[in-house]
């Protein structure tokens, strides 16, 4: 048998009113203990309802490296969960885009025997499609981490839309603030210029956080990016700049395969 613990871990969107989903509501309200790492307005609505409300945003700290308040947070949500209560945690956006807590505490607490599962949410990405027009399966999409495309052989494609996210944080190697730092963007300029020219158009993107608010898109050019304006979440976003090659090869065979089916023996 299971240990009486469980871990539910919920997304509530970007725009909490708007995007947090009834089946998260539910699970919020029907657990032991709720956790949450959100944004402040997402925090006081979700207080109303759940009084008792832990916030794991107590945890960061300015000078502290992340990975340690990352380590804190999953052991909050694993101490409940071995005190054999019905937990709850609350994430911005969905839970399991760009959020390591999440995905690490269901693993771990899964390898303990309790019952853990995700509920999806309403992600930066999805608002970004929708907020800049773009449709993924129009020429592919490829998504990564800055500081991880920067460290890492990862060639992009230019045929492809890029999205680089947490670009205000590009090259922190210690994980430690939050703050842009022209001399690390200007690292990821010429990194980008492998692939892309000085003027190619690029989107800063921040989705709205509140109804009244406007999503910024920000558009500038690649040299741009050192002296730009960012926030924490600021996301880069790299339209494709070269049309998609045709493969000759596989497109020989299809049409070999639509002959036969048309031109039966």
Known sequence: MSPAGQLVVVG?????????????????????????????FAQAWLKALRPDLISLSSLYARDRDRRETYSDMESALLTAVRSCRRVCAV???????????????????????????????????????????????????????????????????????????QVALAGKLDCIGFDPEPERLRVLVDKLRRWYPADCPVILYEAA????????????????????????????VIPAVESLAADDKVLARLRKIRSRAQNPV
Request: aromatic fraction near 10%; charged fraction near 20%; charge should be negative.
């Open 12 to 40: 509530c969107g970007i725009q909490l009113g708007r995007h947090i989903s009834s089946r998260a509501l539910s699970e919020i309200q029907r657990a032991d203990q709720v956790f949450i790492l959100a944004d402040d």
């Open 91 to 165: 994430f911005y956006g969905h839970p399991g885009v760009f959020a390591q807590v999440p995905h690490a505490a269901i693993r771990q607490a899964r390898a303990e025997g309790f019952a853990a599962r995700m509920e999806p949410g309403i992600s930066t990405e999805a608002c970004l499609y929708a907020d800049l027009g773009i449709d993924p399966a129009d020429a592919g999409v490829q998504s990564c981490e800055t500081t991880r495309f920067l460290i890492s052989d990862w060639p992009p494609n230019p045929a492809a839309l890029l999205i680089l996210w």
């Open 209 to 236: 956080q509140l109804p009244i608010e406007r999503f910024r898109a920000e558009r500038l050019t690649l040299s741009d990016l050192p002296e730009a304006r960012y926030k924490e979440y600021t996301t880069l």
